[in-house]
């Protein structure tokens, strides 16, 4: 029997485990889906199309052959003439005139392009070139952006939940080591205290009348009337509170009251997890300053480990491309030789993209209050002084 309900137990809690994680694994296999028929779709538009060299790409031929003829063995002449007209020919040039498009836009390469695209950061590097990739990377980024939103708000909440608690924790150490440090001498005369006022406490379990709650409490005839009638009325509503019962939630009722829908219980909980999407990140309570130091930390960690595969990156540039990316600016100023390499890395983006979204709602939500406070002073200020006529 004890082995039989060891088994029971164990799955009723692997079931509970299994529908807690459901919808954030649903969240984020969906965007993993997308990014994936995203791949598909674009290494397929852009990927076969036909390369056509326009009258600009003959131009720019010519124009580059004849500088190049009429350069001359005394370059220091020249030399800021020739830079000059090298730079207005170079900006003129197409970076798809060189590139085969069936090396650019493989499915690591479209793949990379797709998370570019719906996490906002944008490159510049890698863009549609045909008509038809271009109105569908405007679809793409339609329901990508919002769904990309909805991923970062969900793994927000947990990161939230873990940061506060564990901060909170590290407060409550925090407080324990320095009351042991501090109210050594203080402990006996509040532990006397706290038992005389546990002593001078009524336990109501039954309905008793007012004249029985006087004629109950100690020492009653020495206090005055008005704390006397405040602790009466005070017990007499902690009584109530013990009798009435909590009301029942609707949503239990809904499901209790229909045996179809009885059975679909585990529904409902999949439902109560996605309506509290965004409630704990409303709730998380950190230091900036710690924010800022595990996005340091964060960032470090993956520019030390960048480089082993970027050659053209030391950890000084891998730290700013990390940064770049985080925080969705994209510059595109720095190229990466590997980028299925960095794909990989698409976990550490969404999580930095997770710990940065929450320092700035920090950072907001600190900026309001500071406004607040500056603004109600200010109107303290000019705030016209009463004058007080006498009568």
Excluded at 183 to 192: A, D, E, V
Excluded at 219 to 243: D, P
């Amino acid at each position: 029997m004890a082995s039989t309900s060891q088994c029971l137990r164990g799955k009723t809690a692997c079931k509970t485990i299994f529908w807690a994680v459901f919808p954030h694994a649903c969240f984020i296999l969906s965007l993993v889906i997308y990014a994936f028929l995203g791949a598909l779709m674009f290494s397929h538009i852009e990927g076969n199309r036909k390369v056509e060299f326009s009258e600009d790409y003959r131009n720019f031929l010519q124009n580059l052959t004849y500088l190049s003829r009429s350069l001359s063995d005394n370059m220091t002449e020249n030399e800021v003439k020739f830079k000059k007209k090298i730079h207005d020919l170079l900006n003129t040039a197409q970076q798809d005139w060189f590139v085969n498009p069936k090396d650019k836009w493989s499915f690591f390469g479209s793949l990379f392009f797709c998370c570019t695209v719906f996490t906002t950061v944008g490159y510049g590097n890698t863009y549609p070139v045909t008509r038809t990739g271009k109105y569908v990377c405007m679809l793409y980024a339609l329901f990508g952006i919002p769904l990309m939103f909805l991923v970062l708000t969900d793994m927000g909440d947990i990161l939230a939940t873990v940061l506060s608690k564990s901060y909170n924790e590290f407060r409550k150490l925090q407080s324990k080591i320095l009351a042991s440090k501090l109210c050594s001498g203080f402990t006996c005369n509040k532990r006397n205290e706290l038992k005389s006022r546990a002593q001078s406490k009524i336990v109501i379990n039954e309905p008793v009348t007012i004249m029985e709650l006087l004629r109950s409490q100690a020492g009653v005839k020495r206090r005055s009337m008005k704390y006397r009638n405040v602790e009466l009325f005070e017990m007499l509503i902690a009584r109530e509170n013990e009798q009435t019962k909590p009301a029942r939630n609707k949503s239990i009722e809904r499901w209790s009251s229909c045996p179809e829908l009885a059975r679909g219980k585990t529904v409902s909980r999949v439902i109560e997890n996605f309506d509290k999407i965004g409630k704990e990140l409303e709730k998380l309570d950190v230091p900036i300053v710690l924010m800022v130091l595990v996005i340091f930390v964060y960032i470090s960690c993956a520019a030390a480990i960048l480089p082993k595969w970027e050659s053209n990156l030391d950890f000084q540039e891998a730290f700013y491309f990390c940064f770049i990316t985080l925080t969705t600016i994209g510059f595109g100023d720095t190229q990466l030789e590997h980028p299925k390499f960095f794909l990989f890395f698409s976990l550490y983006i969404i999580i930095g993209m997770e710990i940065v979204f929450i320092a700035f709602k920090l950072g907001q939500d600190r900026l309001i209050v500071l406004y607040k406070k500056v603004i109600s002073f200010c109107a303290e200020k000019k705030m016209p002084s009463k004058k007080i006529y006498p009568k």
